[in-house]
């Protein structure tokens, strides 16, 4: 896993989204597709603003999928993914994405929707994943212990206090009673399963996990730490979210645009 660590969100998500841009066009020219996954969280806000931004990308030839979403959310409620993504990505869009797969929260039936998620997003491989990590170290809402060896796709999750106390502490819910307590989540194996996966991890705060992912043991109680097994995994980090790192790495391959 490489990392790139800059001084500021907005640098680091500018650099992000140049990475991710160059990905996304080369897929296309490759295939004549991107197929893109797309998380929804405060911290990619940067991320996404600067990667609309990009010119080069023909956004009629990509495929987005939806990491994760809250059981039970309706699409207009205020902390809803799928909202986000709208408001976020593809409202702001030059051009209308050739495809986007949603979770839908409020489906009547889980165990379909999870069946319809996981065939359209194994019809091809995924070319990026562009994904962040928790506060508790989890990768979509894959708490831990995570499950490293699922065969599914999609599933439902139940989220620890951790993660749901990040959510009011980001200004998503009032209160920690108004936090749902499951949500559909893309698996792990799944996500491990994109050509390229690009983590974006702003804040002091995330910096406990940074940590534990980058050079604590490999383990499903941090789940983001399965992300070193992937072979193009780039992690872009602001300062302070890099401020625990052992400063030995430094020096073994990092790229440290400073």
């Known amino acids: 896993m490489e990392m790139v660590i800059g001084s ?17 066009a080369a897929a296309i020219a490759a295939n004549g597709v991107a197929r893109v996954v797309f998380a929804s969280a405060a911290s990619q806000f940067e991320f996404l603003k600067a990667l609309v931004a990009h010119k080069e990308i023909d956004w009629t030839k990509v495929c987005g999928f939806h990491l994760d979403e809250y059981l039970g959310l309706a699409a207009d409620h205020p902390a809803s993914f799928r909202r986000f993504l709208r408001e976020r990505l593809l ?9 986007f797969t949603f979770v ?31 506060e508790n170290g989890h990768i979509a809402f894959n708490d831990p212990p995570a499950d490293f060896e699922t065969g599914e796709a999609y599933a439902v999750v139940e989220l620890d206090e951790k993660c749901r106390r990040q959510q009011v502490g980001e200004g998503w819910y009032p209160d920690l009673a108004s936090v749902p307590t499951h949500a559909y989540s893309m698996t792990v194996p799944q996500i ?4 390229s996966i690009i983590v974006v991890v702003p804040d002091g705060r995330k910096a406990d996990a940074v940590a534990a992912a980058v050079d604590g043991p490999l383990s ?3 789940p983001s730490s399965i992300l070193r097994r992937h072979g193009d995994c780039t992690m872009y980090l602001d300062g302070p979210a890099a401020s625990k790192l052992d400063s030995a790495r430094f020096g073994a391959g990092e790229r440290r645009p400073e």
Not at 192 to 195: E, I, T
């Open 8 to 24: 500021t969100r907005e640098w680091m998500g500018r650099l992000a989204a140049d990475d991710a841009a160059k990905k996304i």
């Open 91 to 99: 409202e702001r869009l030059p051009n209308p994405m050739r495809s």
């Open 104 to 134: 839908e929260g409020d489906a009547p039936d889980a165990a379909a929707e999870c069946a319809r998620l996981a065939a359209a997003v194994r019809e091809r491989p995924i070319d990026l994943a562009c994904i962040g990590i928790g």
């Open 192 to 195: 491990m399963s994109a050509r």
């Open 220 to 222: 499903n109680m941090c």
